[in-house]
C-alpha cells in the first residue's frame, strides 16, 4: 500500500477566494459571557449614573413615512436577491435613489466578490463637517424555492412561503433609503454615505472587494445583527474556512473492497477525533458538511469534501483551532485503513475586531438608543458583518442590532414597530453625530 501524500497549506490570503462561509448564520448567542468582556457595562452604568442623559429631538416618522417604508421594505423582499444575484434589487434601490435626485457610485467590486452588482455609494452633504458612513447590504442567502411573497401577520412581516424573508439585511436597505428620502428633503445634521454592499452572505466578499480610498468618513454603522434594537455590537471574531477534499481509491465494495480505499472512511474518523462547538469562551468550531462518496452501495467511496469554519474573538485561538481541525484530517488520512490523499485549503475570511470603550462611534449610538428610548448594551457577538471588513480596512464601523429575528430561517420576520423604530434610531443617530 502506498503511503498517502498530504498537502496542507495554511495561508492568509488577502483576497476571497472562494467564499463558502457566512457571518451570520453561524451567529452565537449574545452577549458572550466571557471574562474578556466583563467591562462591557461600564459606560452603561456611567450613562445611568453620573452622565447626562441625552434627549436630542428627533421627529418621529410620519404616517407617510411608515407607510412608504413598508411598502419599500416588502417590495425589496419581494425582489429576490441571493448572493450573486443582487443586480435587479440594486436596481430598485437606485431607482429609489434616483427619485430622491440623489447621485450614486458603483464600484467594480462585482465580478472579484462573485456578486451581481457592484457596491453601491451615495454622498449626501451635511450641516456639520463630520461624515459617517451607514452600511446595509442588498444580498440575502439563498432563499428555497425562490419566491418571497411578503406577508404582514402578528405586527410583522415574514415570507409567505416557508423561506427566509429577506429581512436580513432589507430592513436596512429600506430603512436607509428612508433616511434618504428624508434627509433630502430636510437635509442632514451630518455628512453621509449611505453604502449598499453586495455579497455579504459569502464572506463579506463585497465589503472586502471595495477599495477604502472611496469612502471618506470618520466612522460608520451596519445594522445587520438580529437581536432586539439596543444591543451595540463592540466585538466580532475572526473566522477561518476549511474547505478538505479526501482522496482514496475506488474498489467493487462487494467483490474486491480490500483494493479500495474510502475517503468517507477517512473524513468520518476525522470529524469524530475533531474538538466541534464552543472551544472555550471566545471560540468556535463547526464541520458544516461531508460530501461526496461513491454512485452506489457497492463502491468504496474514492473522494469527498469536508467544509468547516473555525472563529474566536482571540485571532491566534482562532487559527490553532484551525491548526487543530487540519490536524485531524491529517492523522486520519494517514491511518492505514485510509490511506487518503488530502488536499486542504483554509481561508481567512475576516479578521476580528473589539471597539475602544470610548469610542466616538459607540457614545453616539449609545446616545441615539437612549434619546429613542431604547437601552443600550454592549455585546460581544460570534457573528461576523460587513464592519468586520470595514474595520479591517482601518474604518471603525459599529454593527448595531436591528430588531429582526431569525436571519437565515425559514421564520425569518421582523415587526413593524422594529423596522419604523430603527429610523429613528438612525435619524437620532445622524444628530449625535453631528455633535
Ligand atoms: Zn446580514
Request: with cysteine; charged share 25%; net charge negative.
Amino acid at each position: 500500500m502506498t503511503s498517502a501524500e498530504r498537502r496542507a497549506s495554511l495561508d492568509r490570503p488577502r483576497q476571497p477566494r472562494k467564499s463558502t462561509i457566512d457571518g451570520t448564520r453561524r451567529s452565537l448567542p449574545s452577549p458572550l459571557p466571557f471574562a474578556g468582556l466583563t467591562d462591557l457595562a461600564g459606560p452603561e452604568r456611567r450613562a445611568q449614573g453620573d452622565e447626562p442623559l441625552t434627549s436630542r429631538a428627533v421627529r418621529p416618522g410620519s404616517e407617510l413615512e411608515r407607510r412608504r417604508l413598508n411598502e419599500l421594505f416588502a417590495a425589496l423582499c419581494a425582489i429576490v436577491s441571493p448572493t450573486g444575484s443582487e443586480r435587479a434589487c440594486m436596481d430598485r434601490v437606485i431607482a429609489e435613489l434616483r427619485g430622491l435626485g440623489l447621485e450614486h457610485e458603483e464600484d467594480d467590486a462585482g465580478p472579484r466578490a462573485g456578486a451581481g452588482a457592484g457596491n453601491l455609494l451615495v454622498r449626501i452633504p451635511g450641516r456639520a463637517a463630520r461624515t459617517v458612513l451607514l452600511c446595509a447590504h442588498v444580498d440575502t442567502v439563498p432563499v428555497e424555492g425562490g419566491v418571497v411573497e411578503p406577508e404582514l401577520a402578528d405586527g410583522g412581516w415574514h415570507n409567505a412561503r416557508p423561506a427566509v424573508l429577506g429581512a436580513d439585511n432589507k430592513a436596512a436597505v429600506a430603512g436607509l433609503l428612508a433616511l434618504a428620502r428624508r434627509v433630502a428633503v430636510e437635509g442632514s445634521p451630518v455628512g453621509l454615505e449611505l453604502l449598499f454592499t453586495v455579497a455579504e452572505e459569502t464572506g463579506l466578499a463585497g465589503a472586502r472587494a471595495l477599495d477604502r480610498s472611496w469612502l471618506r468618513a470618520e466612522f460608520g454603522y451596519v445594522f445587520d445583527h438580529a437581536t432586539p434594537i439596543g444591543e451595540v455590537i463592540v466585538a466580532a471574531p475572526a473566522s477561518y474556512h476549511l474547505a478538505a477534499d479526501l482522496f482514496g481509491r475506488a474498489a467493487h465494495a462487494g467483490i474486491r473492497p480490500e483494493d479500495g480505499r474510502s475517503a468517507v472512511l477517512a473524513a468520518a474518523r476525522a470529524v469524530a477525533a475533531m474538538p466541534l462547538g464552543r472551544i472555550d469562551e471566545q471560540t468556535t468550531a463547526n464541520v458544516a458538511s461531508i460530501h461526496g462518496g461513491g454512485a452506489g452501495t457497492n463502491v468504496v467511496p474514492e473522494r469527498c469534501r469536508v467544509v468547516g469554519e473555525t472563529r474566536s474573538h482571540d485571532e491566534a485561538r482562532a487559527e490553532a483551532a484551525m491548526t487543530t481541525l487540519v490536524d485531524r484530517l491529517q492523522d486520519a488520512a494517514n491511518v492505514p485503513v485510509c490511506a487518503c490523499d488530502l488536499d486542504v485549503t483554509v481561508q481567512r475570511v475576516f479578521a476580528a475586531y473589539r471597539h475602544e470603550d470610548d469610542a466616538p462611534a459607540l457614545r453616539a449610538a449609545e446616545a441615539a438608543l437612549r434619546a429613542c428610548g431604547h437601552t443600550p448594551r454592549r455585546v460581544a457577538s460570534g457573528g461576523g458583518s460587513d464592519a468586520n471588513a470595514l474595520v479591517e480596512a482601518g474604518l471603525p464601523v459599529v454593527n448595531l442590532a436591528n430588531g429582526t429575528q431569525g436571519a437565515h430561517q425559514p421564520d425569518e420576520r421582523v415587526s413593524v414597530a422594529a423596522l419604523e423604530g430603527m429610523v429613528d434610531v438612525t435619524m437620532a443617530l445622524l444628530e449625535e453625530c453631528a455633535t
